[in-house]
């Protein structure tokens, strides 16, 4: 008995300080102090800036601004939830089904890659749920089955399924090419990208 006392208070140790990823809605315009304000409570987190430029009158210069209005992304274990919530300029959690959404590693990975590429990135919101797989029906990966992911022209979009959004950029042509079963670009391993040349 005592054996399998101590074994379920490992475990739920082990759930209680293993560090997720999860999203906090904050006050508008607020995220890169929030960002700060975490930092300074050893907190992990990360505010995606998108490298926009942007035309004064006598010179154009490339700013950084969030990505994601009024959301920063937080590492954190659950005994870290009510710190982090009641840090200046945090609102709340980003929820889903009564609980704090939990935003998958490999979305984080993505839009620090995708920020890491390309500049004026933009978001738009997508009407799938969350983790909705589609089926490809036309083009080089036809019947190929992953999460949904576009290249049309010199456009290429990714989606974000936790977060409900589909980021996207324009690409030079030269990134843009046919994909066999050997070239397909560094996003292939999570089977998000669909080509569509015409």
Known sequence: MPSTVNFSIKKLVRMLTQKKWYAVYTRPRWEKKVSSLLNRQNIENYCPL??????WSDRK????????????????DETQQLSTRATDGVINFVHWLSRPAIIRNEEIDTIKQFLNDFSN?????????????????????MEQRGQVVATMNKTIKIQLPSLGF????????SMVQLISSETIPYYRNQQQL????E
Do not use: C, W
């Open 50 to 55: 998108n490298k926009v430029q942007r035309q």
């Open 61 to 76: 210069k490339i700013v950084l601004e969030p990505l994601f209005q009024s959301y920063v992304f937080v590492h954190i």
């Open 121 to 141: 990135v933009q978001l738009e919101k997508i009407p799938v749920k969350t983790y909705d797989n589609v089926k490809i029906i036309g083009g080089a990966l």
């Open 166 to 173: 589909m980021m996207y950029a324009e690409v030079e042509a």
């Open 194 to 197: 669909k080509y569509s040349l």
